[in-house]
């Protein structure tokens, strides 16, 4: 069974800095693109950032030049390192993955981990 473990959430005031981790487990074959996507309260959930397994990355327009996205495919891990946090980017923070499972063909699922919270404090 294939799961997504974030880690790195809290609180910190604005101008400071998280570091998010998701670790992907279980009997994974390949893993594709691996993303980060935010939901504050009353509001949709939204792309943050996006890295492709050969690197190529993809930020929204409010976390330019602030988030950076990366992944180490040997630990099935991908990190977002966010700097400059406004109280506008709190929200609770989900890491999404496209895996092919080991053992069941050629079949590629989407797997989404439980949210970890991050609170920006003015």
């Known amino acids: 069974q294939v799961q997504l473990v974030e880690s790195g959430g809290g609180l910190v005031q604005a101008g400071g800095s998280l570091r998010l981790s998701c670790a992907a487990s279980?009997?994974?074959?390949?893993?594709?693109?691996m993303d980060w996507y935010r939901q504050a309260p009353g509001k949709q959930r939204e792309l943050v950032a996006s890295?492709?397994?050969?690197?190529?990355?993809n930020y929204a327009d409010s976390v330019k030049g602030r988030f950076t996205i990366s992944r180490d495919n040997a630990k099935n891990t991908v990190y977002l390192q966010m700097n400059s946090l406004k109280p506008e980017d709190t929200a609770v923070y989900y890491c999404?993955?496209?895996?092919?499972?080991?053992?069941?063909?050629?079949?590629?699922?989407?797997?989404w981990g439980r949210g970890t919270q991050v609170t920006v404090s003015s």
């Open positions: 999404y993955a496209y895996i092919r499972p080991a053992g069941l063909g050629f079949a590629w699922n989407d797997y």
């Open positions: 890295i492709t397994r050969g690197g190529s990355t």
């Open positions: 279980g009997n994974i074959f390949s893993i594709n693109n």
